[in-house]
T-cell receptor, first 110, second 114 residues
Framework: AQSVTQPDIHITVSEGASLELRCNYS??????LFWYVQSPGQGLQLLLK??????LVQGIKGFEAEFKRSQSSFNLRKPSVHWSDAAEYFC????????FGQGTELSVKP | DTGVSQDPRHKITKRGQNVTFRCDPI?????LYWYRQTLGQGPEFLTY????????KSRLLSDRFSAERPKGSFSTLEIQRTEQGDSAMYLC????????????FGEGSRLTVL
């Protein structure tokens, strides 16, 4: 069965530092992959998506993610984190419907 | 495009009462999904519709839960005889049929069962 794993439950970074959030998937075919962000008490907003082609995809708010088939990974990165990036981040892959990872909570230190 | 809207945003109820949530998807989207999210967890799939047909239900959807989409537009999710374990955020999302299935989410309906 398809699954999505986010190994890090909580990450804290300093404002201005770089960020990488990990996502691993288990999927038979070439997957479509997504990253969503959720602010407290809010719904989910799509950050970026990978369908095919270029393995480095750009998203909103300065985020990017790289698809690595050999590692079954789709890690989310940002070169310089802002305090407003503090939120919960979810990786997702289709399995008929979207299957979500457990999420990574990002805290940003001033 | 008004996005996906959900109502009510918050509902507090006593155990044993029935509650109903409504979701209005993006107008041109023919797929509609319900997810449940508890604190510290990712959204868990409950059910989805294509137009008015309910195509899949999760085992999480006990017989106390029922979802409808009678005219292929808005959808309702009803929980009968609520239990404290039903306390969660109920998220609705919609999408088009073709393509890789990017979902557009509403703000969610938070249920608290006392």
């Amino acid at each position: 069965a398809q699954s999505v794993t986010q190994p890090d439950i909580h990450i804290t970074v300093s404002e201005g530092a770089s960020l990488e959030l990990r996502c691993n998937y288990s999927y038979g075919a070439t997957p479509y992959l997504f990253w969503y962000v959720q602010s407290p008490g809010q719904g989910l907003q799509l950050l970026l998506k990978y369908f095919s082609g270029d393995t480095l995809v750009q998203g909103i708010k300065g985020f990017e993610a790289e698809f690595k088939r050999s590692q079954s990974s789709f890690n989310l990165r940002k070169p310089s984190v802002h305090w407003s990036d503090a939120a919960e981040y979810f990786c997702a892959a289709p399995g008929g419907k979207l299957i979500f990872g457990q999420g990574t909570e990002l805290s940003v230190k001033p | 495009d008004t996005g996906v809207s959900q109502d009510p945003r918050h509902k507090i109820t006593k155990r044993g009462q029935n509650v109903t949530f409504r979701c209005d998807p993006i107008s041109e989207h023919n797929r509609l999904y319900w997810y449940r999210q508890t604190l510290g967890q990712g959204p868990e799939f409950l059910t989805y519709f294509q137009n008015e047909a309910q195509l899949e239900k999760s085992r999480l959807l006990s017989d106390r839960f029922s979802a409808e989409r009678p005219k292929g537009s808005f959808s309702t999710l009803e929980i009968q005889r609520t239990e404290q374990g039903d306390s969660a955020m109920y998220l609705c999302a919609s999408s088009v049929t073709q393509g890789p299935g990017e979902l557009f989410f509403g703000e969610g309906s938070r249920l608290t069962v006392l």
